[in-house]
């Protein structure tokens, strides 16, 4: 578009100018054409350097350099003139790097001072440790320090020998025969209790969705007629609740409860409310047997407990105890807070 350099189009055309241009490139893989606005034949103004010859020296357009530093002599030659290998030759007068280095022996060894072995004087450089290890045919015998086993062990930190760790780890596995066998007959535990998992969920496959429906229904009577039994012994020590058997879509069970009239001063009376709820939720997708249980005593709900065991795995004991304990604790708050 011009022989400079252009920041915005708008400076050199306009919108709706009639331009001569000439094609550059023609790319038909990208269907692109390259386009110039410059005559292929004009010669190409040459741009002059100022004597600065640094980048920051002067201006390019014939300018004054520097004025602090007035004309410096002319840097870089034209760029016609360049030779191609100006910086091959530059780098090869470069001081090369060695390829080999050479190592400068270190100075002489510290001896331990009597200071150092009293503990008096910290050991402040490994190479203060160094007549420690320092092995007999590695040093002269003459020239090196005494060292006594107690400072030797306290400068290392009482790092032992590898000789004597493995050996003293070999007298360790002689000396301990007993918790290899635990830990034997541990493993063979775990083996006979994964077995059992095995068989109890191979129980499980086998038995189909009847006989799991089935065997819920005669848990859930006879666990139901247990809870009526339990709940129908409050109303006998603590006259005023009254009972009710609980059957469908809640589950089966039992309950039993109780409306309290507390007079206030200034004629105003107040209402407490108690009530024990227990039932055996229905079948459900989860094939378990769940025990549910809610005690409220002076309009306050004390305990809300729930159960559950797998059909297959369900223990009835277990359910009849904690019938038992759970309305033993709702007669005790009851009793408590009356």
Request: glycine residues 8%; charged residues 35%; hydrophobic residues 30%.
């Amino acid at each position: 578009m011009a022989d400079r350099y252009v920041k915005d189009p708008h400076e050199v055309v306009s919108v709706g100018d009639v331009m001569k241009v000439w094609v550059v490139e023609i790319d038909k893989k990208r269907r692109r054409v390259s386009l110039t606005a410059i005559d292929p034949a004009a010669e190409k103004p040459k741009r002059e350097r100022s004597s600065g010859g640094g980048r920051h020296g002067g201006q390019r357009h014939g300018g004054q350099g520097n004025k602090a530093h007035g004309n410096k002599p002319a840097g870089r030659p034209p760029s016609g003139q360049r030779s191609r290998g100006g910086r091959k030759d530059q780098r090869s007068q470069r001081k090369q790097r060695p390829t080999s280095y050479e190592t400068k022996p270190k100075g002489p060894v510290k001896p331990i001072t009597k200071e150092m072995k009293d503990g008096s004087q910290p050991m402040l450089e490994f190479a203060d440790r160094a007549p420690c290890y320092t092995e007999p045919n590695q040093a002269d015998e003459g020239q090196r320090p005494a060292c006594d086993s107690a400072t030797c062990g306290a400068a290392a930190g009482q790092v032992r020998p590898v000789a004597e760790r493995s050996s003293q780890r070999k007298h360790a596995s002689r000396d301990a025969p007993m918790d290899f066998e635990q830990r034997l007959r541990k493993a063979i535990e775990r083996g006979h209790r994964r077995s059992d998992e095995q068989q109890q969920a191979e129980r499980e496959r086998q038995l189909t969705e009847e006989e799991l429906k089935r065997h819920h229904s005669q848990l859930r009577l006879r666990l139901s007629e247990h809870i009526e039994d339990c709940v129908k012994r409050l109303p006998q020590h603590f006259p005023g609740f009254q009972f009710e058997t609980i059957f469908g879509e809640r589950g089966w069970g039992a309950a039993c409860s109780r409306d309290d009239i507390v007079l206030l001063g200034g004629g105003k009376r107040e209402n407490h409310y108690s009530r024990l709820e227990m039932t055996i939720r229905p079948y459900s997708e989860y094939h378990v047997v769940d025990l549910a249980a809610k005690g409220t005593v002076r309009n306050k709900e004390l305990f809300n407990r729930n159960h559950f065991e797998k059909i297959s795995e369900a223990d009835e004991d277990t359910f009849v105890e904690l019938i038992d304990q759970w309305v033993l604790q709702y007669a005790e708050m009851f009793a408590a807070a009356s």
